[in-house]
């Protein structure tokens, strides 16, 4: 089984500050790794898929970078509406595993 | 527009069992892998399980293997999940997740539904 080790666990972050989260996975997983946001009481929702691929309607401010074990999502001049917990998942090879989430909150 | 409905959770006895359903429309369901993914209460996303578009195919996380069945319906573009000898720790929201055509990340999720078990 792949382990996605996320980091950090928690983010406390300024309004229009830059988050950085980053993904390692315990092998390498080429470019099979997808990024979700799930805010409180809601269901997750892709964000970034294959890596860097950007899904539709999500905002530009959020991008993906890495390949083969270590990844990175960046949040570029953070809202308020994006506290949220962010988790990682890769679909390399079965089974599907996610990261234990990041939890960026707002000060 | 994508919709996922889950229905079937509910309060079980442990070594029980549930159906859970995921009734889905605004897309060909008949063309799109599906999975299960759940959420124990104040917990992290794990992975149950997943199906091909034609259900030829299907896979299960350890935790759940030779416990639950995932399987589908295409003519009632219906999803779903049975779960037998449930344990404390399947305690969790199930969502019903879509992939793209291409790939196997999920693209869209339901609203998910609660199972507890407990005595």
């Known amino acids: 089984e792949i382990v996605l080790t996320q980091s950090p666990d928690f983010q406390s972050v300024t309004p229009k500050e830059k988050v950085t989260i980053t993904c390692r996975a315990s092998?390498?997983?080429?470019?099979?790794l997808h990024w979700y946001q799930q805010k409180p009481d809601q269901s997750p929702k892709l964000l970034i898929r294959?890596?860097?691929q950007s899904f539709s309607g999500v905002p530009s401010r959020f991008s993906g970078s890495g390949s083969g074990t270590d990844f990175t999502l960046t949040i570029n001049s953070l809202e308020a509406e994006d506290a949220a917990t962010y988790y990682c998942?890769?679909?390399?090879?079965?089974?599907?595993?996610f990261g234990q989430g990041t939890k960026v909150e707002i000060k | 527009e994508v919709q996922l409905l889950e229905s079937g959770g509910g309060m079980v006895q442990p070594g029980g069992s549930l159906r859970l359903s995921c009734a889905a429309s605004?897309?060909?369901?008949?063309?799109?892998?599906m999975s299960w993914v759940r959420q124990a209460p104040g917990k992290g996303l794990e992975w149950v399980s997943s199906i091909s578009y034609s259900g030829g195919e299907t896979y299960y996380a350890d935790s759940v293997k030779g416990r639950f069945t995932i399987s589908r319906d295409n003519s009632k573009n219906t999803l779903y999940l049975q779960m037998n000898s449930l344990r404390a720790e399947d305690t969790a929201v199930y969502y019903c997740a879509k992939s793209p055509i291409s790939g196997w990340d999920f693209d869209h999720w339901g609203q998910g539904t609660l199972v507890t078990v407990s005595s």
């Open positions: 294959y890596a860097s």
């Open positions: 092998q390498s997983i080429g470019s099979s």
């Open positions: 605004g897309f060909t369901f008949s063309s799109y892998a």
């Open positions: 998942h890769q679909s390399s090879s079965f089974p599907w595993t």
